[in-house]
């Protein structure tokens, strides 16, 4: 369908989506511009979907219209998700969008084949590989979100083997239709054995490594987005699948340096098996517990607080009652701010999404690097569901799995409460030493309710 003067219209929609998806990666950066950042990426994809549609290839938009349709009857649901869920939501998003390059890299190379430049062919490749084993691994992680798949690794003798041997088996198949790209038959292959290797990379991934693994498959999908871009001659789509790869690849390995660990280690390490450690004996070493309310009476008589959020606050959905202790406690006087480890969570920034949802100030929420500095001089610091990134023996126990990760020193406040419903170790499958120092105080139950009593027990005026 041609409309006159539609390549202009459309070359400056891309140009303005293209500068819109840099500014929201730009703002999205600093937690007080991110809200714009979002909205800029959102109009940046509304223009860049009008200039699509604009385009004089399209013969028909019925089945355009039937595709966004099926699409929004999808999207809207998987959008209205309680934030607990966002992280396995937005590895389904991951999924869907490297299902989507995948189809679309296949349908090119059966209607090219078998002429088919070397170039185009390298490049189709490396698309249809690339989708492949981000679709199944994205699924294989969002089921370890959801826990309908064990978090735990799944491991066997020789898996890496097995798992780069088929990698290897899928590039020489690519290699083989780059020199002779008439071999059709030899396509099914680099589509099918990167759907098995998906799966095979992500189930001996433990839970705790999910926030890196998810942005590694962003990364992959904007790889896989920014090679059918060349196929299908789109400058918005290689600049916009370079920009995803790009950031996902650099928080990928931010985070694998947030837990002093390389990318080899997270993709074959099989970290996460329940080890027994020097320190690891929960039922020989004591601990102290402690009600609500001898909970409210020490933050009371305190000056500063730092409170450490972890997945268990997710999981409880406690964000909320958490605002509502910073509250109360600020009306006091106490100075509280917030600890954010980078690996918080179930996927990158899944504390600050949480904590921004319960309007908690931004500038009250501190990097480790920055609140490390302060837990000498904290009187309490409170442990809402972190374990692994609070756990002193990635700090003196060499062999540990978690030795040399960066870890929140809330071991060295004057004292340290933990909220945790038992006793159980956190993902990485190793106890915490954390629980058992004479001046740590065990808070056992649900975190949501046990923050509630908690407020409720300060919720008269201060002596």
Known sequence: MNIPGAENVIEFTYLIATALFILSLKWMSSPVTARRGVRAGEMGMILAIAGTLLSHDIVDYKWVAIALVLGSIIGVPLGLVQMTAVPQRTALSHAFGALCVTLVGTAEFYLRAPAVPRFMMAVLSLEVILGALTFTGSLMAAGKLQEVLPQRPITYKGQNIVNLSLLAVAVAVAVALVLHPEKMNLFPAILAIPLVFGVLMIVPIGGADM???????????????????????????????????????????????????????????????????????????????????????ILAAANKVVIVPGY????????????????????????????????????????????????????????????????????????????????????????????????????????????????????????????????????????????????????GPRQ
Do not use: C, W
């Open 211 to 297: 926030p890196t693994v998810i942005s590694l498959l962003n990364s992959y999908a904007g790889l896989s987005a920014a090679a059918m871009g060349f196929v299908l001659d789109s400058k918005l789509l290689i600049i916009a699948g370079a920009l995803d790869g790009a950031s996902g690849f650099i928080l990928s390995v931010n985070m694998s340096k947030a837990m002093n660990r390389s990318f080899s280690n997270v993709l074959f390490g099989a970290f996460g098996q329940e080890q027994i450690t020097a320190a690891g004996h929960a039922e020989a070493l004591p601990v102290h517990s402690a009600t609500a309310e001898e909970a409210a009476a």
């Open 312 to 459: 268990g606050m997710a999981v409880a959905q406690a964000q909320h009652k958490v605002r509502e202790l910073y509250d109360a406690l600020t009306k006091r006087g106490i100075d509280v701010k917030f600890g954010i480890h980078p690996v918080a969570g179930r996927m990158p920034g899944h504390m600050n999404v949480l904590l921004a949802e319960a309007d908690i100030p931004y500038d009250k929420l501190l990097d480790m690097d920055v609140i490390n500095g302060e837990f000498p001089q904290t009187d309490v610091a409170l442990v809402i569901g972190a374990n692994d990134v609070t756990n002193p023996a990635a700090r003196n126990e060499t062999g540990s799995p978690i030795y040399g990760m960066p870890i929140l020193d809330v071991d060295k406040a004057r004292t340290a409460m933990v909220i945790k419903r038992s006793m159980s170790p956190g993902f990485a499958g190793i106890d915490n030493p954390l629980y058992y120092l004479d001046r740590t105080l065990m808070l056992f139950g649900d975190a949501r309710a046990f923050v509630g009593d908690i407020v409720r027990e300060l919720g």
